[in-house]
């Protein structure tokens, strides 16, 4: 399977996680929490607002245009911190982490 589809998989897993979590949200944030230029917009959003309306969006658009992907991705350690105990959550993540951080 290529990347591609792998990261496509993977982010329908963390979806999918998210979903069964009841971390999903119906609304998006304010539009000025996308403002921000802080690292996972800590200073605007949730570490699942981050994840469904910045992280994965974002994934999926380089996808769709073929742009390369990140190849030094490592997010499971912000939310082993910022969201401790879901255990689930971070083990899918660290299966993107996995596939993308690639060292040169």
Known sequence: MSTE??????LQD?????????????MPP?????DSSEPFAVDTMSAEQWLQWIL???MYALLAAEA????????????????PGVVRLHNVLQ????????ED
């Open 5 to 10: 589809n792998q990261v496509r998989e993977i």
């Open 95 to 102: 299966r993107l982490d996995d596939l993308l951080n690639i």
């Open 14 to 26: 963390i979806e999918q996680v998210m979903h069964e979590l009841a971390l999903w949200q119906s």
């Open 56 to 58: 994965i969006p974002r």
């Open 68 to 83: 390369p992907l990140p190849t030094r991705f490592a997010i499971t350690p912000y939310y082993e911190v910022a969201m």
């Open 30 to 34: 304010e539009p000025d929490a996308f």
